[in-house]
């Protein structure tokens, strides 16, 4: 099996005699459960440490640490300077990211064994070969958890719907029932109830709102039109499963049932 260090040699002499660290974040932390969907968010993250992690690194590879020891590569940084603060003692890196072409398309897709130390977050590169152990295809989303054990901010949801060659499963389970739906507006706890019938199922009626933000909801669209990105506050999930075979009449009278119970036409964003 390759490594990551033999990968890199063999695509780009960019690195070759720099001091280069090899860095996985994985923190516990709600909070960062949140940071690491939000790749603006996670590379203000790396930038403030605690300690002088980054002293005499030329640059740094980051990795996002999955289950196990297994780290899926997130990018390229270039380590060009710090600032401490005397009020908080915490260490401000300015790292500019770093573009390849002939590297780009590993982000987000090489895994690697990060190793038994994984305590160990930040490791030289020339001193720690890792084993790569899967590459993944391009815009996958994981394994598939089923119908109603999953929950897609609207990035994750545009991901998935164009690359479903890559989500093969999350595609083929979608795509084969109908289905009542949540839309949870993250800003202001209000919530949006709607139902997915016929041809294409659930994937066909999520494919409108990542194409569009609003999915055609009148009160979605007043909110997606007076903000600019709103649609991106938006969070998807799906309460109740339903066979195919049902009559359009019966899936609405049973998204009618679950807009009574969460109050969404008198309290939400449902207008009917």
């Not at 709600?30 to 690194?57: C, M, S």
């Not at 600032?83 to 260490?91: A, C, I, L, P, V």
């Amino acid at each position: 099996m390759i490594t990551f260090q033999e990968l890199l040699e063999l695509r780009t002499d960019y690195f070759k005699s720099s001091k280069i660290k090899l860095v996985r974040h994985k923190d516990s932390r709600k909070e960062y459960k949140d940071i690491i969907k939000d790749r603006a968010a996670l590379l203000e993250y790396q930038k403030e440490q605690g300690n002088p992690v980054f002293k005499n690194t030329d640059y740094i590879i980051s990795f996002i640490g999955q289950e196990g020891t297994k780290s899926l590569l997130f990018g390229f940084f270039k380590v060009k300077g710090v600032e401490k603060n005397s009020q908080n003692n915490k260490y401000y890196y300015d790292l500019e990211e770093v573009k390849l072409k002939e590297l780009d398309d590993f982000i987000d897709r090489v895994v690697i064994n990060w190793g038994s130390s994984t305590i160990s977050w930040h490791q030289w590169y020339h001193k720690q070969n890792k084993e790569i152990v899967e590459l993944l295809p391009k815009g996958y989303m994981g394994d598939f958890k089923g119908i109603t054990d999953f929950v897609l901010d609207y990035q994750e949801l545009k991901k998935l719907i164009n690359n479903s060659d890559a989500n093969r499963d999350w595609h083929l389970n979608l795509s084969s029932i109908n289905g009542v739906y949540m839309i949870l507006d993250k800003k202001t706890g209000n919530q949006y109830i709607g139902s997915a019938y016929g041809q294409g199922g659930i994937w066909q009626r999520w494919s409108d709102y990542a194409s569009s933000g609003h999915g055609g909801n009148q009160k979605l669209i007043e909110l997606c039109a007076n903000k600019n990105n709103y649609e991106s506050n938006f969070q998807f999930t799906i309460l109740k499963s339903l066979p195919s075979n049902l009559s359009n009449r019966e899936v609405i009278k049973i998204e009618t049932l679950y807009k009574e119970k969460f109050g969404t036409k008198a309290f939400g964003l449902n207008q009917n």
